[in-house]
């Protein structure tokens, strides 16, 4: 089942696991958007520096620490995805309880993971 994802703190660097996640995701046929510091392209997949207010999405899958995901709350919320999948090294007890409020599921996983073993 397609599942449209945003990977927010997307990297141009291939040793990251957010671009990993990009190529995985597209081999996995998943319509995925990205958003990062830089743009750029990975796969295929354009990589926004602006909060662009994507349709239609199902899973954000983030790679931002803590400190840095505050200025995406309302604009994660405003995409009214499904699910956030907060990687390890995301974990936020605040964000949680704001998606909570807003109907939003959250995983505490591995994009990566989540993906090779059919759990997407």
Aim: with cysteine.
């Amino acid at each position: 089942m397609e599942k449209k994802t945003l990977v927010l703190g997307a990297s141009l660097n291939s040793a990251r696991y957010s671009n990993i996640a990009i190529k995985r995701l597209v081999r996995y046929n998943q319509p995925t958007v990205a958003i990062g510091l830089r743009k750029g392209e990975v796969e295929g997949v354009k990589i926004e520096t602006e909060k662009i207010p994507f349709q239609d999405i199902d899973t954000v899958t983030l790679y931002l620490g803590p400190p840095r995901q505050e200025e995406y709350y309302d604009y994660i919320v405003s995409l009214n995805p499904q699910r956030v999948i907060f990687n390890p090294g995301t974990e936020n007890q605040e964000f949680y309880e704001i998606l909570r409020k807003n109907n939003i599921e959250i995983e505490v996983a591995c994009t990566l993971i989540m993906l090779g073993t059919n759990q997407y």
